[in-house]
Nanobody, 126 residues
Framework: QLNLVESGGGAVHTGGALRLSCAASGRAFDTYAFAWFRRTPGNEREFVAATSWSGSKTHYAEFVEGRFTISRDNAKNMVILHMNNLKPEDTAIYYC???????????????????WGQGTQVTVSS
């Protein structure tokens, strides 16, 4: 079982940056893959970024490639999403998710993740 708590959301202008954190409590943090998803009103959650158990494998949605970076600190039970050069279309609620795959990889689809945080709002104004 994992409990996930996101923080770090806020309001910035176009081109600004934010650092989202996902603090996990529970056992065996380093056996979980983590991902960030986001949702805008009326839309499904969409994949943003993921990292494998070890952190050696990461994957990004095309629309954030080169602007966002996902990382994890297994010693601190923390997953971070650095977001740079933010755009108004990045405005959404961002969710941290965790899953326990049988290997050092990650999933790209929301239904494959078992644990979710409550979300943190990111607002980017032009």
């Amino acid at each position: 079982q994992l409990n996930l708590v996101e923080s770090g959301g806020g309001a910035v202008h176009t081109g600004g940056a934010l650092r989202l954190s996902c603090a996990a409590s529970g056992r065996a943090f380093d056996t979980y893959a983590f991902a960030w998803f986001r949702r805008t009103p009326g839309n499904e959650r969409e994949f943003v970024a993921a990292t494998s158990w070890s952190g050696s494998k990461t994957h990004y949605a095309e629309f954030v490639e080169g602007r966002f970076t996902i990382s994890r600190d297994n010693a601190k039970n923390m997953v971070i999403l650095h977001m740079n050069n933010l755009k108004p279309e990045d405005t959404a609620i961002y969710y941290c998710a965790a899953s326990n795959p049988p290997g050092d990889y990650y999933w790209l689809d929301a239904p494959d993740y078992d644990y979710w945080g409550q979300g943190t709002q990111v607002t980017v104004s032009s």
